[in-house]
């Protein structure tokens, strides 16, 4: 019987790999130095202080403020507007020891006295102003300064009189947490003078020192929000639109890839499947050598689009009854010869057996091993079998 040749073309499928998305924590930018301004309600505080009086008067009997030196109690509360400007309303005094004597119309003046200042004072935080905002900073610096209103007990008679005065002085706040501080206070009041003494020919102003320490509690919200960077967020959020695009036409040109694969193995299995009908028909027909491929180090089939190939295949040569000739390759990138060439008779025998499973008689196969070859580029296309006729 007349032998025959037959020919089958093998489609081959593109694998897609997708790259695991590693998803982290976004950490948002903000301005240095630079914070959200709270609503009215945040950052209110009071606190209560309590200490000693100094009161340095125009005339002074030649007596230090030492020798006038008086318990003093304060309250307070205020309100921080940024981290670096706030402002208090604050209630001090206690007692006041004047310098008293014999004035010139004859009157002396009486000794210790009940004495109250009423005060606004606008405060300045310079560690936050100058070193910017933290929240866990243990000591804060704040000078203040502002006005308000003396009143005590006439020299003259138990009834209170009063005077404009100035305020200042030095803020210190050492934090215990978020809500509690210790600070430690001392302040001047700048008042006109004889309005605690007694008028003397002496005309100016008096002064009152204060030392104090005490405790101040935060009510409510505390603290502030660092201002966003709006230029840095729409630079970071243009790169990531950017990439994103980048992805995205990356994955339009590798679908496209795809599609013309697809299609392309489409129209080789059509005319593939177009030959073996021919063959079977006309089976005079020259065709072509078919290829079965393997993983690297391996001589397993493990496709079933390549055992259903070699099921056509077998089926075409128990109808002709043609003898095939099965030739396996190595891919001689890796591995020595000698392994080379035992995996190429391992795939060779592998293919042989399969099409022998599928019904081909063994007499109807030469089986070679050609060892590792570098006929095809990329080399996993030397990692083969061929079945040709003889």
Not at 201 to 226: I, S
Not at 301 to 318: F, G, M, P, R, W
């Amino acid at each position: 019987m007349k032998k025959f040749m037959m020919s089958l073309v093998v489609a081959s499928i593109a694998m897609v790999s997708y790259a695991q998305e590693t998803v982290s924590e976004v950490v948002v930018p903000t301005v240095k130095n630079s914070v959200a301004t709270n609503s009215f309600g945040s950052n209110w505080f009071v606190g209560v202080n309590g200490g000693v009086s100094f009161y340095q008067g125009v005339h002074t009997n030649g007596e230090t403020p030492f020798d006038h030196m008086k318990p003093a109690l304060s309250v307070y509360v205020g309100k921080w507007h940024t981290p670096g400007f706030g402002w208090r309303v604050k209630m001090e005094g206690l007692q006041v020891k004047p310098y008293d004597g014999v004035y010139f119309d004859g009157v002396r003046g009486y000794g210790v006295r009940d004495l109250y200042n009423f005060h606004f004072d606008a405060m300045f935080n310079l560690s936050n102003l100058i070193y910017g905002y933290r929240e866990d900073r243990i000591w804060n610096f704040i000078p203040y300064v502002g006005t308000g209103y003396v009143t005590a007990k006439s020299p003259y008679s138990d009834k209170m009189s009063g005077s404009l005065a100035v305020n200042y002085g030095i803020w210190n706040t050492f934090r215990l947490n978020k809500h509690l501080a210790v600070n430690f206070e001392v302040s001047g009041t700048f008042m006109r003078s004889q309005f605690v003494s007694a008028p003397t020919t002496h005309n100016g102003y008096d002064n009152l020192w204060v030392a104090q320490v005490g405790l101040t509690y935060k009510f409510n919200k505390v603290g502030w929000e660092q201002t966003a960077d709006v230029d840095a967020i729409m630079a970071m959020n243009g790169a990531a639109l950017a990439e994103l695009n980048a992805q995205l036409q990356a994955k339009e040109a590798e679908n496209s890839q795809l599609k013309s694969q697809i299609s392309s193995a489409k129209n080789a299995l059509a005319q593939a499947q177009g030959r073996i009908k021919d063959m079977e028909s006309n089976p005079q027909r020259i065709s072509v050598a078919q290829s079965v491929f393997f993983a690297i180090n391996s001589s397993k089939i493990e496709s079933k689009k390549e055992v259903l190939n070699l099921q056509a295949l077998a089926d075409a040569a128990k109808n002709s009854g043609a003898k095939l000739l099965v030739k396996g390759y190595a891919d001689s990138a890796t591995g020595s010869a000698d392994y080379n060439q035992q995996l190429s008779e391992k795939r060779a025998n592998a293919v042989a057996d399969k099409l022998v499973e599928l019904g081909v008689s063994r007499d109807q196969l030469d089986v070679k091993g050609m060892g590792g070859v570098e006929a095809e580029k990329p080399a996993r296309l030397n990692r083969r079998v061929i079945i040709t006729l003889e």
